[in-house]
């Protein structure tokens, strides 16, 4: 089956610099990579996806860049803000069978 | 667009009883939607994969007896912890599959399950 890591587990960054977190994944036939942003205590929200057929997408201040080759995917987040503090999960999935293989998560702190 | 609702968000039951916790999709249909269970501070454990209309598929290691999934219409996910323990307290998270969307998966915001 798939296996994902994600790195780092905590993050701690200054306001308005940049974030990044890395996820690996096993299965070369995974081909959707959707990132969650997970608040205290509420369900993970989707904030950006990538599909195989592309190496990259931005939307705003978040982008996310795909390796095939190498299978690893990250997330950036530049000028980061105090509302960006949460944790981060990466997830990957086959359209065959749509189970999502999360990462062990990222917990990010912004600070002011 | 794209929302899930669960029901309750919070739950405190008495050892042995059952309670039941509902997923709705709000403005989309869902044929598949999935059943996790998070402990503090760590990620999403995939617990069953309900299907609308048949049997749900469950994760190695999750007695079925135990939690019980009905996928009732194609926007009603329900999960049932029966006889439940203190060891099955927990956030219970719902999500759902857009039948208009290949991959997408929406979740829900959670329910807490403390049992005493």
């Known amino acids: 089956g798939e296996n994902v890591e994600q790195h780092p587990s905590t993050l701690s960054v200054q306001e308005g610099d940049s974030a990044v977190i890395k996820c690996t994944y096993s299965?070369?036939?995974?081909?959707?990579f959707p990132w969650y942003k997970q608040e205290l205590g509420k369900g993970p929200q989707l904030i950006i996806d990538?599909?195989?057929?592309?190496g990259e997408k931005k939307d705003q201040r978040i982008a996310v860049t795909l390796n095939k080759t190498a299978k690893h995917f990250s997330l950036h987040i530049t000028e980061t803000q105090p509302e960006d503090s949460a944790v981060y999960f990466c997830a990957a999935s086959k359209k065959s069978g749509n189970q999502f293989y999360f990462g062990t998560g990222t917990s990010l702190t912004v600070i002011p | 667009g794209a929302v899930v609702s669960q029901h309750p968000s919070r739950v405190i039951c008495k050892s042995g009883t059952s309670v039941k916790i509902e997923c709705r999709s709000l403005?989309?249909?869902?044929?598949?939607m999935f059943w996790y269970r998070q402990f503090p501070k760590q990620s999403l454990m995939l617990m069953a994969t309900?299907?609308?209309?048949?049997?749900?598929?469950?994760e190695q290691g999750v007695e079925k007896d135990k939690f019980l999934i009905n996928h009732a219409s194609l926007t009603l996910s329900t999960l049932t912890v029966t006889s439940a323990h203190p060891e099955d307290s927990s956030f219970y998270i719902c999500?759902?599959?857009?039948?208009?969307?290949?991959?997408?998966?929406?979740f829900g915001p959670g329910t807490r399950l403390t049992v005493t």
């Open positions: 999500s759902a599959r857009d039948d208009g969307t290949p991959y997408e998966q929406y």
């Open positions: 990538i599909r195989s057929n592309v």
């Open positions: 403005d989309f249909q869902a044929t598949t």
């Open positions: 299965d070369s036939a995974s081909n959707y």
């Open positions: 309900s299907n609308e209309g048949s049997k749900a598929t469950y």
